[in-house]
């Protein structure tokens, strides 16, 4: 069964979720700044815990890459399972297996001016689940983390080559401190993987 809500990024409820305290960010999105969220497949938390989540996500991606965004854009967050994104990774990147999260460019940017149709975001619960795990860390905080990600990759950002990583993981660290998420990649290697 597939959910579907369009909403307004200022009419999100509060997540369910227990979080750390955010310090006050801009809010630099306009009213009219649309995420379709729809729910596919996995034991993803509730689509009001979703949305706020990524919400808060997109809005420090923005402010983060200090970019603009027309009004009206949407961006489109699709929420399914292993299977369904392993398809996906197949089918437009010729790698047949299961990602974390995977990013389909809308709209060319008008320079740093970003919209009206900014693009898809599909993530896979299972890995997303195993990952948090494996990393100890929260669900919300390695979601959070996926959606600024994703949605760099909407901003042309990649992990390629070691230069484009170091940058676009650089522009993650600062993005995700701004929301009081510890650096993901302290732990790890820089990894240019193209993954």
Do not use: C
């Amino acid at each position: 069964m597939v959910r579907t809500a369009t909403v307004p990024l200022r009419a999100l409820v509060k997540p369910q979720i227990p979080e750390k305290p955010l310090p006050t960010m801009p809010d630099r999105l306009p009213d009219s700044f649309q995420i379709d969220l729809s729910i596919e497949a996995g034991d993803w938390p509730a689509e009001s815990q979703l949305e706020a989540i990524t919400a808060k996500a997109i809005t420090a991606a923005f402010a983060g890459a200090d970019l603009e965004v027309l009004e009206g854009t949407e961006v489109s967050l699709l929420f399914t399972d292993d299977a369904s994104i392993r398809q996906l990774n197949a089918k437009w990147r010729d790698k047949d297996k299961a990602t974390n999260v995977l990013s389909f460019p809308g709209s060319d940017p008008q320079g740093d001016v970003y919209g009206p149709l900014l693009g898809d975001i599909v993530f896979a619960y299972e890995t997303v689940a195993a990952e948090a795990a494996d990393l100890g860390i929260e669900f919300s905080d390695h979601l959070t983390h996926l959606t600024v990600h994703g949605l760099l990759h909407l901003f042309d950002y990649d992990h390629q080559e070691s230069e484009e990583a170091e940058l676009m993981e650089s522009l993650e660290k600062s993005i995700l401190a701004s929301l009081g998420i510890d650096d993901p990649y302290a732990d790890r290697p820089l990894v240019a993987d193209g993954g």
